[in-house]
């Protein structure tokens, strides 16, 4: 039999290449094969390119001039050795970046793309991972669900990424899903230097939408449940070329194993033609920032740009969105994310006399990381003063109100429910400029804020309904004994539902103020007089009401009465052997539940002094002598009461070592049961033998003397 001629080589590599490729006759890069017309020369290798392992042009002709079966297993090797090509929709691209240990791949169906993908890791220097992507110019936005990713590391990562080219060392920008799990932003701000986070939030994982924007030089990255409202995790400056490559990119952080990610719902496109932000109002950098500011408006979302020093001190650095504004009005907004370029990022809004860095100024902002602030420079040059301490993240709304020169700001988490976060006097100059301001808080680092829910207006397009009230206690006519402690009480409500503050007063004397219900606050040592309480109920746009007044009285305090104390221990008449240990114990009261303090006393010596019942002192190497002890009572009125003194002796031991009781010695005697050591006698006659070491140790403790009774039997 003859060889197998020219042609039937030709077709079948045709459908071995056309089987392995989906009959795709383009031009393979990594792992596409160029299919063009007319008679070739046999398949060569070409060189190895950058960013993939393999790179094969192997032309098939319709003729070959010499063929022989080692080509054909060559191809089929070389087929089966080349990178599995990735079944991704036009335009798209995949291969690998980085020369993985395993090769990757990924397909579409539906709008989801699966992507398989082994690698190191995305970070360091380098990175190894698989990457779905396009080439594209200018300003644009990329984003995707990330629905799962498999744990083959804790790091493992799923997200979307720009880079400047298809170099495993490239510089690039990445935000993305870890099992962790967290979400990950991190950069690396040219070809070969070191990968760097730029923000970590733990705790949160897939499903998950991450979204990289870019607008010139700076990238923000943000991240969201719904795909709807997104939270900004950071903004950073990397120069790029203007056509970078952009998409999905996917790592198993573990060199001998594949992981899966699936991403749904993704997007790139191009940056939307925004003329800036609506008319009348403006955008500008006030204070000179380093880095430029900018701003955008889109389907009613502002995007604003910003670096800045701060909004602090005697002089501002942020941008600033604004339009004039004349007489007394209110701006409100939300804050629906904030970059973390540091802790004290702020945006938020702002009334400002001027667009000079020192100008008077008020603000109600948001911080990336101290919650909100109520801010306010009341003179020009003047150093910035503000109220803090108010825990909250993005998202969350900002109010400011502004009544001739009071300025009251707020915050919220639902923009119904107003929490006051103080109010100040700044005198500003009409008209004033009113509108949204961000800062980054970092000379070298940018932020970017997304703020939605603008509203502008002035106090006469709005008229106010007060809120009502009323004081629930103490009742009328009320009688206290000083120094008292008042409980007061109040409800009230507002019929717009933006109920800010109740205050309590007595007089004109502020007690307390609370923000939520139930409305309540406690005055305590109230001194002796009559007074005249309200409740005093504020609404966030400036309404008052007053309750009613409630008249109580407080009296004069009565005449204290002095405590009682009892010494219990030891028992007058008894009697130790030098060097003897005692205890002194003692009960006291006092009538008023005010008790002190108890003090033992030898003589008018002082011995110890105990705060707390049971009241006792153990006095050791006592020598010999005679002793009269006491306890001496006192209360917090400065009462005291004593008792009467026990005379206790301490004889040095005889020599044959035998205490001797004198004719007059009281005693108790019980052979049977639980010994009773209550009695106040110096002596027990107890059973030698029934009685255990442990009693006899604790009836010396108490100064007792044990003599014991004892059976010799029958003789």
Not at 99 to 118: D, E, I, M, R, Y
Not at 651 to 663: K, N
Request: net charge neutral; charged share 10%.
């Amino acid at each position: 039999m003859s060889p197998p001629g020219d042609w039937f080589f030709g077709q079948l590599i045709q459908r071995i290449v056309r089987k392995r490729l989906g009959n795709r006759p383009d031009t393979l890069t990594g792992s596409r094969l160029a299919l063009p017309p007319g008679n070739q020369t046999p398949i060569t290798p070409a060189p190895r390119a950058a960013s993939f392992q393999r790179v094969f042009h192997m032309p098939i002709c319709r003729r070959f001039d010499v063929i022989r079966v080692s080509w054909l297993l060559a191809l089929i090797a070389l087929c089966g050795a080349s990178r599995a090509f990735a079944a991704v929709p036009s335009p798209w691209a995949a291969g690998d970046i980085g020369t993985p240990a395993l090769a990757g791949s990924a397909s579409a169906s539906n709008g989801t793309f699966t992507v398989t993908a082994s690698g190191v890791d995305i970070w360091n220097a380098s990175d190894q991972f698989h990457f779905v992507y396009q080439q594209l110019s200018g300003d644009f936005d990329v984003s995707t669900r990330v629905e799962s990713i498999a744990n083959t590391s804790a790091w493992a990562k799923a997200g979307v990424m720009i880079r400047t080219s298809l170099a495993a060392n490239s510089a690039e920008v990445f935000a993305g899903v870890t099992p962790a799990p967290g979400v990950t932003f991190q950069q690396r701000s040219a070809a070969g230097v070191a990968t760097v986070s730029a923000g970590f939030t733990a705790g949160i994982g897939a499903p998950r939408w991450v979204r990289l924007v870019r607008a010139g030089t700076n990238i923000t990255a943000s991240m969201s449940t719904d795909g709807i409202q997104w939270t900004a995790i950071n903004t950073v400056s990397v120069s790029m070329a203007s056509s970078v490559y952009a998409g999905l990119a996917v790592t198993s952080h573990n060199a001998g194993v594949t992981t899966t990610a699936t991403l749904s719902n993704v997007a790139l496109k191009a940056a939307a033609a925004a003329g800036g932000v609506p008319s009348p109002q403006k955008a500008a950098d006030i204070g000179t920032p380093a880095i430029k500011g900018s701003a955008t408006y889109v389907g009613g979302q502002y995007t604003v740009n910003a670096g800045g020093l701060d909004i602090w001190g005697s002089s501002d650095q942020f941008h600033y969105v604004y339009q004039p504004l004349s007489g007394d009005g209110e701006i409100i907004a939300r804050v629906a994310g904030l970059g973390a370029s540091a802790a004290w990022a702020k945006a938020g809004v702002m009334v400002r006399e001027t667009l000079a860095a020192n100008s008077r100024h008020a603000d109600a902002l948001l911080t990336s990381g101290h919650g909100y602030s109520f801010q306010r420079r009341i003179d020009p040059s003047g150093l910035t003063v503000s109220n803090t301490g108010f825990s909250g993240v993005a998202p969350g709304w900002v109010r400011l109100v502004r009544t001739g020169f009071k300025f009251d700001a707020y915050r919220s988490t639902d923009g119904k429910t107003w929490t006051l976060l103080g109010s100040d006097t700044v005198p500003m100059a009409d008209p004033v400029y009113v509108g949204l301001a961000v800062t980054s808080h970092n000379a070298t680092v940018g932020t970017t804020a997304l703020i939605d829910t603008l509203t502008i207006k002035s106090a006469a397009t709005d008229t106010n309904q007060p809120p009502t009230v009323s004081l629930t206690a103490p009742t009328a006519a009320s009688t206290f004994t000083a120094p008292a402690t008042i409980a007061m009480s109040a409800t009230a409500s507002d019929p717009e539902n933006r109920l800010s503050h109740v205050d309590f007063f007595a007089g004109t004397t502020l007690i307390s103020s609370t923000t939520t219900a139930p409305f309540a606050a406690t005055w305590s040592a109230a001194p002796a007089g009559t007074y005249s309480l309200t409740a005093v109920a504020s609404d966030a746009d400036g309404g008052k009401t007053t309750s009613t007044a409630v008249t109580v009285t407080v009296q004069g305090a009565t005449t204290n009465k002095p405590p009682t104390v009892t010494l219990t221990s030891p028992v007058s008449g008894s009697s130790a052997t030098a060097p003897a240990s005692l205890t002194l114990s003692a009960t006291a009261s006092d009538p008023e539940g005010r008790l002190a303090r108890v003090d033992f006393y030898n003589g008018t010596s002082l011995l110890q002094s105990d705060t707390t019942a049971p009241y006792s002192f153990s006095w050791s190497s006592v020598p010999a002598g005679t002793y009269a002890v006491k306890a001496v009572a006192y209360d917090a009125d400065g009462g005291s009461a004593s008792s009467p003194a026990a005379t206790i002796t301490v004889s040095t031991a005889a020599s044959s070592g035998i205490w001797v009781p004198s004719l007059v010695t009281p005693w108790q005697w019980q052979l049977t049961g639980t010994i009773d050591q209550s009695m106040n006698v110096p002596m027990y006659d107890i059973d030698l033998f029934d009685t255990s070491s442990t009693v006899v140790a604790s009836l010396h403790a108490k100064g007792r003397r044990a003599v014991c009774y004892m059976s010799a039997g029958t003789w």
